[in-house]
């Protein structure tokens, strides 16, 4: 069988090490080991089944199947897995013996939908923008917003000085000084939801997120994780095979249209032009050219880039040269030439 390699960046990516841009830097760094020799050259190739990889020292384990996880984030709880200041994170939720991550954040004061896993390329492709993957959230604003304001939401203001992409904004339930939102976007900024919403004078109480992607949060309450359903794996699976058939930004080619340049009135089509003369080769037309047009008697005159024709100057006739009548022109001449001097 013939050896499968694989790039090293795309291999840390899927262990969970990092993210795939995360492994690049990992590698530029020194920080990763290929058979005990330092690597730090991007698109190194290796044998996941041979070759022995370590990052900072570590052992890095490369398995067929990834993991995923869904878990209910609840309020006041951080989106990583561990932290050093001993606030609550991920970690004290969820206990798996796979090294996992969160794809993508909700800052401590949110709750909802957080997926965990150890495949880096799809982490990658839930959270950039320019795949496109909805965030669906549920919020609740200070306020009524109207419906200007939530057009303008709609369309994307300037946060941070950068235009938001636009995202659809519904509301779902009035109060007497509040207002409960439908929120989806495919943007991912920082807080994007709470700036947007503080900015547009209706700041947020409550956010919830209840979709990532094709991952719906359901009946799940706040603090409890499951393991995804074989059917939701395989969504995910697939998102993963169209984004390696397709790249992202890269549309199929269209094929060139014709010339919308058209023929002149009375010019004969490329099919009906006469034969070539004897002795002459044909001369091919590029396709979608208008004919060449046949030379006539007439001249013609360029005028900026417009043509137009000039009709010949008619023939003056001419007259029969007196002899007699000349020469007494030249003899009258000269008479008055001597007269002068």
Do not use: C
Request: proline share 9%.
């Amino acid at each position: 069988m013939p050896e499968v390699l694989e790039r090293l960046q795309k291999l840390l990516a899927e262990a969970g090490v990092a993210s795939r841009r995360k492994a690049e830097q990992l590698i530029q760094e020194g920080r990763v080991t290929v058979n005990g020799r330092i690597v730090t050259q991007l698109g190194t190739k290796v044998n996941p089944a041979l070759d022995e990889v370590r990052v900072d020292g570590q052992k890095v384990k490369f398995s067929g199947h990834n993991v995923y996880v869904m878990l209910n984030k609840p309020r006041g709880v951080l989106s990583v897995m561990e932290d050093t200041r001993g606030q609550k994170s991920l970690g004290d939720l969820v206990q798996v013996p796979q090294r996992v991550f969160p794809v993508g954040r909700l800052d401590a004061s949110s709750e909802g939908l957080i997926l965990l896993t150890d495949d880096g390329e799809l982490a990658n492709l839930l959270t950039h923008p320019r795949y496109e993957h909805e965030k669906e959230y549920r919020a609740l604003v200070n306020g009524i917003p109207s419906e200007e304001t939530l057009e303008a939401w709609r369309r994307g203001i300037v946060l941070e000085g950068q235009q938001t992409a636009p995202a659809q904004v519904d509301i779902l339930r009035r109060e007497k000084d509040s207002a409960y939102l439908r929120i989806i976007m495919h943007e991912g900024r920082k807080r994007q939801v709470r700036e947007v919403a503080a900015l547009l004078g209706h700041p947020v109480r409550q956010l919830q997120r209840v979709r990532l992607g094709p991952l719906l949060l359901g009946t799940l309450k706040p603090g409890e994780w499951r393991h995804l359903t074989e059917a939701e794996v395989e969504q995910l699976t697939s998102i993963k095979r169209k984004a390696g058939a397709v790249k992202p930004g890269a549309a199929p080619r269209k094929p060139r249209p014709a010339s919308s340049k058209k023929p002149p009135a009375g010019a004969p089509a490329a099919a009906e032009r006469p034969p070539a003369q004897a002795g002459k080769p044909a001369r091919e037309q590029p396709p979608g050219r208008a004919p060449r047009r046949e030379r006539d008697d007439k001249p013609t005159v360029q005028e900026g880039k417009k043509r137009r024709s000039v009709p010949p100057s008619p023939t003056r006739p001419v007259k029969p040269v007196d002899e007699a009548a000349a020469k007494r022109d030249k003899n009258r001449r000269r008479d008055k030439g001597k007269k002068r001097s």
